[in-house]
């Protein structure tokens, strides 16, 4: 595994983004905005789901949140590797990372589940399914987030 993440640090763009200052803050800012789209779609998406706001349609809402936040997700993926690649042997050993990555593992295959099951709208759902979605994205969007945001805080 060292000899995998050492091929990983030496790849070009790994070597492009430890060299250049403004090639790294334009991927960082690429990889919070994709964070920024994601999280800031769930969070309306799933409130709706549990009961708030019920005066607007639940089809509408879904309609513009679900495309911005798989975005969002889109963005984060493809960035969050290169990120990754400046020092990936330091990063791969933080348990943050590692449980970041269960969360969006987790929360990507709740929301396929929903949505091949019940459509785009989640047309059919009971609200109780409903409900039970919503906690579980919640809990693993923001469990994506906090651990994120603590892997900065995990490494000297």
Not at 14 to 39: C, D, E, K, N
Not at 74 to 93: D, H, I, M
Not at 104 to 131: D, K, M, P
């Amino acid at each position: 595994m060292e000899a995998f993440l050492a091929a990983v640090e030496a790849t070009a763009p790994a070597q492009y983004l430890r060299a250049s200052r403004w090639g790294y803050a334009a991927v960082s800012g690429a990889h919070i905005l994709g964070i920024a789209l994601l999280v800031g779609a769930v969070l309306p998406l799933n409130l709706r789901l549990l009961g708030f706001w019920c005066s607007i349609p639940r089809a509408n809402l879904l309609r513009v949140l679900v495309p911005v936040a798989a975005t969002g997700l889109v963005l984060a993926v493809l960035t969050g590797p290169l990120l990754f690649s400046v020092r990936a042997q330091e990063y791969a050993a933080v348990g943050f990372l590692q449980a970041k990555f269960v969360f969006v593992a987790l929360g990507l295959l709740s929301a396929l589940a929903i949505h091949r099951a019940y459509g785009l709208t989640l047309e059919g759902a009971s609200e109780r399914h409903l409900r039970m979605h919503a906690l579980v994205s919640l809990g693993c969007w923001l469990g994506a987030l906090a651990c994120g945001r603590l892997i900065a805080f995990a490494i000297d």
